[in-house]
């Protein structure tokens, strides 16, 4: 089993910046590939970006590249996502997923966390 918790949610303007943590345990992290995914109101759960066990891949959404980043510290066992230059279409509930392989389909991610909140107010 892998435990997840996100953090770093909450309101931000238009054009600022947000930094959500996602913290695991319960296997060897740097096993773990580690994505984001988030989940509007009354939309599917969509990929934001991802990030292979050794920090070496890092897949994102057409929707975010250039603006997101998203790293890892195996030493501390988190992955976290630098959200720059929000717009009010990145509101929605960030969850962390972790798995064995790298998805961009959220039924690829085996373990998540509970989600995290984020607003981006215009």
């Known amino acids: 089993q892998v435990q997840l918790v996100e953090s770093g949610g909450g309101l931000v303007q238009a054009g600022g910046s947000l930094r959500l943590s996602c913290a695991a345990s319960g296997r060897t992290f740097s096993n773990l590939a580690i994505g984001w995914f988030r989940q509007a109101p009354g939309k599917e759960r969509e990929f934001v970006a991802a990030i292979s066990g050794s920090g070496g891949i890092t897949p994102l959404a057409d929707s975010v590249k250039g603006r997101f980043t998203i790293s890892r510290d195996n030493a501390k066992n988190t992955v976290s996502l630098q959200m720059n230059s929000m717009k009010p279409e990145d509101t929605a509930v960030y969850y962390c997923?972790?798995?064995?392989?790298?998805?961009?389909?959220?039924?690829?991610?085996?373990?998540w966390g509970q989600g995290t909140q984020v607003t981006v107010s215009s």
């Open positions: 997923g972790a798995g064995a392989m790298l998805a961009t389909m959220s039924t690829g991610w085996p373990y």
